[in-house]
Structure formats: C-alpha cells, structure tokens
C-alpha cells in the first residue's frame, strides 16, 4: 500500500504526464484557411496586374494590398518601423530567455524530484534485502 507521500508523488506525476500529452496533441489547422490563402493569392495577383492597393475580392470586404518591399522602404516611417520591430524583437527574445529560465528551473526541479523518489525507492530495497540477510557492504 502507498504511503500519503508515494500517492502525492505519483499524482504529480501523472499530472505531468496529462500535461505533456496535451501539449504534444495534434492541433488541425482552421476550415478557414484555404478561402484566406485563396484570397491572398487573388489579391496578390490584382496588385501585379493593377498597381492598386485597395482589392475587393469575390467574397468578404475591400482589402489592402501591402506594397511590394522597395515601396515602403522609402517611405518616411520605415526608420521608425524598423526600429519598432527591432525594439519588439529585443524584448521578445528577453521574453523567450525568461521563459527558457522558468523551464529549465522547473526541469531541474522536476528531476531532483525523481532522483529523490528513485533515492527512497533504492533504500527501500536496500533495507528489505538487509532484513532478508543479504549483505550489500561487501
């Protein structure tokens, strides 16, 4: 029989387990997409043919067509959007290092947890083998 601690050990466990396989689970993509990527293409190839910017596709409302690279570029505020994406990146990469930070720490705390289980699990044996008569210091 499970002592309280052996219960509480292998709920954490298994909550682990639960957690894991929920985050490995396949996650299809929306009905949606292929009318979204239909559309893109369509408006794309509109712009090409045109030069317009302003679309209206066969279904759904009037779009913007984003320039092609070199248009905006040279516009006024792309110093300030680059600057805006560069500031954005410096603070998700700190966000993505914080939270590398918190996984490790949870890993390793996770793993002094097993080694702690294993470590009783091995004394345990150890013990029933001593009370059985056999001699593990030799």
Do not use: Y
């Amino acid at each position: 029989m499970d002592s309280p601690e052996e219960m509480k050990e292998n709920e954490a466990i298994e909550k682990l387990e639960a957690q894991l396989k929920k985050a490995l689970e396949r996650v299809d993509a929306p009905p949606t997409l292929i009318q979204f990527l239909e559309t893109a293409i369509e408006a794309q190839e509109h712009q090409k043919r045109t030069g317009k910017l302003w679309f209206r596709p066969k279904r759904g409302g009037l779009l913007l067509v984003m320039p092609k690279p070199w248009r905006w570029m040279m516009s006024p505020w792309a110093g300030g959007a680059v600057a805006a994406l560069l500031v954005a990146g410096v603070f998700m990469t700190g966000e993505h290092v914080h939270r590398m930070h918190e996984r490790q720490a949870e890993a390793t705390q996770q793993f002094e947890q097993a080694t702690q289980i294993t470590d009783r699990a091995l004394e345990r044996a150890r013990e029933k083998m001593r009370k059985a008569g056999v001699n593990l210091d030799q």
